[in-house]
């Protein structure tokens, strides 16, 4: 089982700032990486999938980068309605696996 | 606008069986994989199984293997999870996904006597 780790598990923000998230694998998993958004008695949304691609009506303040085993998303200014938790996904090898999270928080 | 209604969540006790729906709706259902994901509060969220648009190829997690059994009926535009054995380490909220994108509400699974 690919194991994913991501880092750190606490990020504090202040609004109008840049975030940086960070996701690791325990191995290859080439480009087919996802990030998801959820917010407290939410769904998961899906923000980001094949590593940098955005899923529908997700702004562009969001961007994926990354390839193989290091991958990252970028909020580039933080607003209000994205401070939440952040999971990565892979989907490249079964069993999928998510990451344990990143919460990020008002500074 | 894709929709996905999961049921059959409730109570049960362990070594009972649930049987999870998933209707869905705004999607060509019979083109799509589709998924069963779960989340704990204790360990985050786990991928439970997929199935292809056939039905003819099905993974499972090793944590539900041989007790878990997912199924499609494209007729019917509906995904199922049937969940025998259950032990009280089910207990999660169930969520229905199209492919990996749109999740539906999700149905509460509580196993405990």
């Known amino acids: 089982e690919i194991v994913m780790t991501q880092s750190p598990a606490t990020l504090s923000v202040s609004p109008g700032e840049r975030a940086t998230l960070s996701c690791r694998a325990s191995q290859s998993v080439t480009s087919d990486l996802a990030w998801y958004q959820q917010k407290p008695g939410q769904t998961p949304r899906l923000l980001i999938h094949d590593t940098s691609t955005r899923a529908t009506g997700i702004p562009a303040r969001f961007s994926g980068s990354g390839s193989g085993a290091e991958f990252s998303l970028v909020i580039s200014s933080l607003q209000s309605e994205d401070f939440a938790v952040y999971y990565c996904?892979?989907?490249?090898?079964?069993?999928?696996?998510f990451g344990q999270g990143t919460k990020v928080e008002v500074k | 606008d894709v929709q996905l209604v999961e049921s059959g969540g409730g109570l049960v006790q362990p070594g009972g069986s649930l049987r999870l729906s998933c209707v869905t709706s705004g999607f060509t259902f019979s083109t799509y994989a589709m998924s069963w994901v779960r989340q704990t509060p204790g360990k985050g969220l786990e991928w439970v199984s997929v199935i292809n648009d056939s039905g003819g190829s099905i993974y499972y997690a090793d944590s539900v293997q041989g007790r878990f059994a997912i199924s499609r009926d494209n007729s019917k535009n509906t995904l199922y999870l049937q969940m025998n054995s259950l032990r009280a380490e089910d207990t999660a909220v169930y969520y229905c996904?199209?492919?990996?994108?749109?999740w539906g509400q999700g149905t509460l699974v509580t196993v405990s006597s």
């Open positions: 996904l892979q989907y490249n090898n079964w069993p999928w696996t």
């Open positions: 996904a199209k492919s990996f994108g749109s």
